[in-house]
């Protein structure tokens, strides 16, 4: 059985009257639209309602599934320790999806837990659930920093797993939205905040869920939104099937987002399968991209492609351009996978007789010995982005003030201590973001005096 209805959902505790004490009233626009949610529900009657939550245990590489047989939990921490609920959990449903989830790759599943006690995020929901209908267990799953695309998988595992079950399940996807809509607000204003919230609940009301990947993360992060992937976990669920959406509530007169949408799935629907569509596209694009990358990022590609597949070292191909057979250079070779960091490697000064060799053998040291990921998988390959920036010579400087954070690298040196830091990267906007973050890689406190240097590089994509 497909799942019956999902739903979009805030978490603020103050919107519980034993925690306002009256401030509850600011938000009633939200409160009756919670309200009517619960009625929904309560009509629906689902054997099991799973909520994802940001506040539930969250890794960078991994989705947590709470394990175990029950959970409870209460406002405690908001001065209202009374309200507390004891909640049964679905565990068969749980392992069907650890069991789904190992089966193909994706890391999810009940190890790691470390926050037992149900979190505000499915606290919120449970308190307006609990008040029309009790008949249910519960399935809470955490977020994490992996990419959307995942985030989506495993919303179609989660529905994959209740239809192996059988389950009759309700979807609640709790999480606030920007949390900068107002100055007076707790976390003051950006301008990416009312612009987030305006683009999240156009995408939700139209259940525009493909448009729910584009929103850049940079973005995200500047709207200090909070539900993003909860509701792209929820998108996932309701993947390849025709949905009727309807907007219950949005306010911000807190300073932050609170939007509540309700989705009800239909009929089959292959044009909704918008993960399928995302992939094609960017598969297209990335093929396009090889064919026309120049000779030191096709000769990356030709090593890592090699050491993947075969664990052999590239051989120096026959007609490469002088600059790369003859010369010698250090050089970086990052790779990204849909648009994050999947590894980098590099030299500061030559090490090789070429080059060529230099890019061969930091290429494959990227793609398996970069120490904060793992090796990358031969599946991978098609959704890989690889640059190679071939660096300058380094020239001692005296201070910040000679450093430029588009157009200069930079050194960091303290004794035997040494950090590099790549010009014009995403999210370093500042020469002080660099230097610290430079201090930071060769294990530096931020208040010790360094000797710097800057380079130039040429980069190829």
Same mark, same amino acid.
């Given at each position: 059985?497909?799942?019956?209805?999902?739903?979009?959902?805030?978490?603020?505790?103050?919107?519980?009257?034993?925690?306002?004490?009256?401030?509850?009233?600011?938000?009633?626009?939200?409160?009756?639209?919670?309200?009517?949610?619960?009625?929904?529900?309560?009509?629906?009657?689902?054997?099991?309602?799973?909520?994802?939550?940001?506040?539930?245990?969250?890794?960078?590489?991994?989705?947590?599934?709470?394990?175990?047989?029950?959970?409870?939990?209460?406002?405690?921490?908001?001065?209202?320790?009374?309200?507390?609920?004891?909640?049964?959990?679905?565990?068969?449903?749980?392992?069907?999806?650890?069991?789904?989830?190992?089966?193909?790759?994706?890391?999810?599943?009940?190890?790691?837990?470390?926050?037992?006690?149900?979190?505000?995020?499915?606290?919120?929901?449970?308190?307006?659930?609990?008040?029309?209908?009790?008949?249910?267990?519960?399935?809470?799953?955490?977020?994490?920093?992996?990419?959307?695309?995942?985030?989506?998988?495993?919303?179609?595992?989660?529905?994959?797993?209740?239809?192996?079950?059988?389950?009759?399940?309700?979807?609640?996807?709790?999480?606030?939205?920007?949390?900068?809509?107002?100055?007076?607000?707790?976390?003051?204003?950006?301008?990416?905040?009312?612009?987030?919230?305006?683009?999240?609940?156009?995408?939700?009301?139209?259940?525009?869920?493909?448009?729910? !990947?584009?929103?850049?993360?940079?973005?995200?992060?500047?709207?200090?939104?909070?539900?993003?992937?909860?509701?792209?976990?929820?998108?996932?669920?309701?993947?390849?099937?025709?949905?009727?959406?309807?907007?219950?509530?949005?306010?911000?007169?807190?300073?932050?987002?609170?939007?509540?949408?309700?989705?009800?799935?239909?009929?089959?629907?292959?044009?909704?399968?918008?993960?399928?569509?995302?992939?094609?596209?960017?598969?297209?694009?990335?093929?396009?991209?090889?064919?026309?990358?120049?000779?030191?990022?096709?000769?990356?590609?030709?090593?890592?492609?090699?050491?993947?597949?075969?664990?052999?070292?590239?051989?120096?191909?026959?007609?490469?351009?002088?600059?790369?057979?003859?010369?010698?250079?250090?050089? !970086?070779?990052?790779?990204?996978?849909?648009?994050?960091?999947?590894?980098?490697?590099?030299?500061?000064?030559?090490?090789?007789?070429?080059?060529?060799?230099?890019?061969?053998?930091?290429?494959?040291?990227?793609?398996?010995?970069?120490?904060?990921?793992?090796?990358?998988?031969?599946?991978?390959?098609?959704?890989?982005?690889?640059?190679?920036?071939?660096?300058?010579?380094?020239?001692?400087?005296?201070?910040?003030?000679?450093?430029?954070?588009?157009?200069?690298?930079?050194?960091?040196?303290?004794?035997?201590?040494?950090?590099?830091?790549?010009?014009?990267?995403?999210?370093?906007?500042?020469?002080?973001?660099?230097?610290?973050?430079?201090?930071?890689?060769?294990?530096?406190?931020?208040?010790?005096?360094?000797?710097?240097?800057?380079?130039?590089?040429?980069?190829?994509?």
């Amino acid at each position: 059985m497909p799942i019956l209805a999902a739903y979009m959902v805030p978490h603020p505790p103050m919107i519980v009257p034993e925690v306002g004490r009256g401030s509850e009233h600011q938000i009633e626009a939200t409160r009756s639209a919670y309200a009517r949610v619960a009625r929904e529900i309560a009509a629906l009657a689902p054997e099991t309602i799973i909520v994802s939550s940001p506040h539930a245990t969250m890794y960078a590489d991994y989705f947590h599934i709470s394990p175990g047989v029950s959970a409870e939990g209460s406002f405690a921490r908001f001065r209202a320790p009374q309200v507390r609920f004891r909640e049964a959990y679905d565990a068969e449903l749980a392992r069907t999806i650890e069991r789904m989830a190992i089966a193909c790759g994706l890391p999810a599943g009940t190890r790691g837990q470390r926050e037992p006690a149900l979190d505000h995020g499915t606290l919120v929901p449970l308190y307006f659930i609990r008040q029309v209908y009790a008949d249910f267990r519960l399935v809470r799953v955490g977020l994490s920093g992996l990419p959307l695309e995942d985030h989506y998988r495993l919303g179609q595992l989660i529905r994959r797993a209740v239809e192996e079950t059988g389950r009759r399940a309700v979807y609640v996807a709790s999480g606030d939205l920007s949390h900068k809509l107002q100055a007076y607000g707790p976390y003051g204003y950006a301008p990416e905040g009312p612009q987030y919230d305006a683009r999240i609940m156009d995408v939700c009301e139209r259940a525009a869920f493909g448009e729910l !990947f584009d929103f850049d993360e940079g973005f995200c992060e500047r709207a200090a939104e909070c539900g993003h992937r909860s509701f792209v976990i929820m998108a996932g669920a309701l993947d390849g099937v025709a949905v009727t959406a309807e907007q219950f509530s949005h306010e911000d007169v807190t300073g932050v987002g609170y939007g509540i949408c309700a989705f009800h799935p239909g009929k089959p629907d292959e044009g909704r399968r918008f993960l399928d569509i995302r992939q094609r596209a960017q598969s297209r694009q990335l093929e396009d991209a090889r064919t026309k990358c120049d000779p030191w990022v096709d000769l990356a590609w030709q090593s890592v492609e090699r050491w993947v597949r075969e664990r052999r070292v590239l051989d120096v191909p026959e007609g490469l351009p002088k600059a790369l057979a003859h010369r010698r250079a250090g050089a !970086f070779v990052s790779i990204h996978k849909q648009g994050r960091l999947r590894g980098c490697i590099g030299t500061i000064a030559p090490t090789r007789d070429s080059l060529a060799e230099e890019i061969i053998h930091n290429a494959i040291s990227a793609a398996s010995r970069d120490p904060r990921f793992d090796p990358i998988r031969p599946d991978e390959l098609p959704w890989l982005e690889i640059n190679v920036d071939v660096l300058g010579a380094p020239e001692d400087i005296l201070s910040e003030a000679e450093l430029d954070v588009k157009r200069y690298g930079v050194i960091v040196r303290k004794g035997h201590r040494r950090g590099l830091l790549l010009p014009d990267l995403e999210g370093v906007d500042t020469v002080r973001q660099q230097v610290d973050i430079a201090k930071q890689k060769a294990g530096i406190g931020p208040k010790e005096k360094v000797e710097l240097q800057r380079f130039e590089v040429v980069r190829h994509r």
